[in-house]
């Protein structure tokens, strides 16, 4: 009897570390997909100050498959729409860092980020970092 829990149990913990171990898989392709289409449609502005320096500009989002609100976003991945929802951490000082949380179109939570250096710019949060992310110079940026 004790075998046969032992076995049970131990097929059991196996599953476990294999769901789990999927799941992070899973999450970061999503990651590493979400980055491709932030590179694709978040473009960045900049401008050149007094001094030669370059000043940058909020995140612009250039693609239909994005609405940007103020800290959200709904995005088309894949063929699926997803929720993207930002919010200040709790260990942020004075907005830089974010927490992060991505749902799809069911509310199922599909992916989370927490602690991104965003500053509260959605589309940096799902970017993950500044990265490969393209540039457009806009002489009107001060």
Wanted: hydrophobic share 40%; charged share 25%.
């Amino acid at each position: 009897m004790r075998e046969k829990l032992f076995v049970v149990l131990a097929l059991f913990l196996a599953s476990s570390s294999v769901q789990a171990s999927s799941r992070q898989d899973s999450e970061a392709r999503f990651w590493a997909d979400v980055k491709v289409l932030m590179q694709e449609c978040a473009v960045q502005p900049y401008s050149v100050d007094h001094t030669g320096k370059k000043v940058y500009g909020a995140l612009e989002n250039v693609c239909n498959e994005i609405e940007v609100f103020e800290t959200s976003a709904k995005f088309v991945l894949n063929g699926r729409l997803y929720y993207a929802f930002l919010t200040e951490s709790r260990f942020a000082d004075e907005g830089d860092l974010n927490d992060l949380v991505v749902r799809d179109s069911r509310g199922e939570i599909v992916a989370t980020r927490t602690n991104i250096p965003a500053f509260g710019d959605i589309l940096l949060a799902l970017a993950g970092s500044d990265e490969g992310l393209r540039h457009r110079y806009d002489s009107n940026l001060r």
